[in-house]
């Protein structure tokens, strides 16, 4: 589990493809954010739950994940290329503080940079999204965007033809993310808040019948 907070960047050192297997090998330059990470643990990459794949005294400072094709097609991590930043959170421990909201690391799907408005120090992304994914996104609700913990600061019409949302990214978010580098057109990955979602499979499968007690039984 994570919560939103990106502590450190990355960069991008390779992406291989292997179409026949369906799947590709990222290498990052990952520096102190593996400080103390095992093989099998877990980094979110720009919001991506990857388990690493070298002890840390293997490769010091470098992250190797393998991305199967549900990622590749469900993100937008199957686009990056040497030399993009990426953000990086290492998974939460019962100790921290949850300074941001409930993220899995399980991306829903991507969205569109749509619009990116500065404001002095700070700036509004409009982000456009699947109607799949609308119907989770409520204006002051918590989104997760490229593993970035945001709170929703106006959303479309329930109705219209086309859905997005809004958020305002204050400056030091931008300066210790890549949030600050998006332009109109790109991808990025959206994880909706977890609750949602799971209220809405409560209210789509009623609950089991109750067993019968023993003093119901014939």
Known sequence: MFTGIVTHLGTVVALEHDAAADTALLTLDAGRALD??????SLAVDGVCLTALDEPTERPGVFRADLMGQTLRMTSLGDRAPGDRVNLERCLRPTDHLDGHV???????????????PHGAWTTLRIGLPARLARYVPAQGAIALQGVSLTVTAVSDPGAAAHWFEIGIIPATLEATTLGALRPGDRVNLETDVLARYAERLA???????????????
Request: charged residues 15%.
């Open 36 to 41: 103390g990470l095992p093989a099998g643990g």
């Open 103 to 117: 993220v899995q690391g399980h991306v829903d799907g991507t969205g569109e940079v749509l619009a990116v408005t």
């Open 204 to 218: 789509l499968i009623p609950s089991a019948p109750a067993a019968p007690t023993e003093e119901a039984r014939p």
